[in-house]
């Protein structure tokens, strides 16, 4: 068997594998073809299952970016530690800021200025993985995704008010907030968090802003596309502007009302719908 119909089997396997990611491994295809082949032939094909491999992983992660996969429960577990190198590399630090930079030009369009503010321009930020990363929770845990989140773990965690700040993410909240925009944080954590996460939020260097909006006991039975489009109502309702939204999920910019702009954040370890 030449190394092109192992590339081709493995393929195929691959394809058939992604219904059920959750169980499915292509290092376990591997090595029920390894063991029908010879050593060398073995090597051949654990060089090009590897590379093929980094490029499904790769393929996955961009095509949640980009909102074509969705309401998965779980990262594939042979992506796992793909999506981990990415979360914690200088790639996606980079990837960050690149997003920074286009709210930034995003600005050079605005009418609003200092001088001219009226008081009812707004932004709005997401928290988790927008403002204050997670990854240190991730990291401590070992998932990346491989799993579900455990929320009593996860709002335990949240309790310790240790998340740092995403990178890059303080110097545009206070740009923001310096040109007399009004910053709202609209999050899905719970309500009975909101001591923690003003703690957290100021020791990671945010401060001033003009609301902070957290799931009540009547929201946290809603979809949080729902929770956050009724809360972006509320706004326009009470007469802001809304320029833009910026957070990690596409869960934060669905529904009406829309925002002029919106800037999503790479994160591939979770879906919230």
């Known amino acids: 068997m030449d190394r092109s119909i192992l590339l081709s089997l493995a393929l195929a396997s691959l394809l058939v594998g992604v219904v059920s990611a959750r169980d499915w491994n292509i290092l376990n295809q591997l090595k029920s073809l390894g063991s029908s082949s010879s050593p060398s032939q073995h090597g051949l094909a654990s060089s090009g299952l590897s590379t093929n491999l980094k490029r499904y992983c790769e393929s996955w992660r961009f ?4 909102h074509n996969i969705r309401n ?3 990262v594939p577990q042979e992506c796992v530690s793909h999506v981990q190198n990415y979360m914690t590399s200088s790639q996606y630090e980079d990837d960050v800021e690149r997003a920074v930079d286009e709210v930034i030009l995003h600005f050079g369009s605005m009418c609003c200025s200092k001088s001219k503010c009226d008081g009812m321009d707004a932004w709005i930020f ?7 990363s ?10 990346f995704g491989g799993e579900k989140l ?24 206070h740009e923001i907030r310096e040109r007399g925009i009004k910053i709202f944080l609209i999050s899905s ?26 799931r009540g006991l009547e929201d946290e039975q809603k979809e949080v596309k729902q929770y956050k489009s009724e809360k972006r109502t509320w706004l326009t309702s009470l007469g802001y502007r809304v320029w833009g939204v910026m957070a990690d999920q596409w869960s934060s910019f669905a529904g009406c009302p829309l925002p002029k702009r919106t800037f999503k954040l790479p994160n591939s370890i979770y879906y919230v719908a």
């Open 63 to 66: 095509n949640v970016e980009v």
């Open 72 to 74: 998965f429960d779980v």
């Open 126 to 132: 997401d928290i988790d993985d927008t403002l204050l």
């Open 134 to 143: 997670t990854i240190p929770y991730h990291k401590s845990n070992g998932f």
């Open 150 to 173: 455990n929320s009593t773990k996860f709002e335990d965690w949240i309790k310790k008010r240790k998340a740092p700040p995403v990178p890059h993410m303080v110097k545009l909240y």
């Open 189 to 214: 954590r719970k309500e009975y968090l909101r001591s923690a996460t003003v703690d957290n939020l100021i020791q990671a260097g945010y401060y001033g802003w003009s609301n902070l909006i957290l």
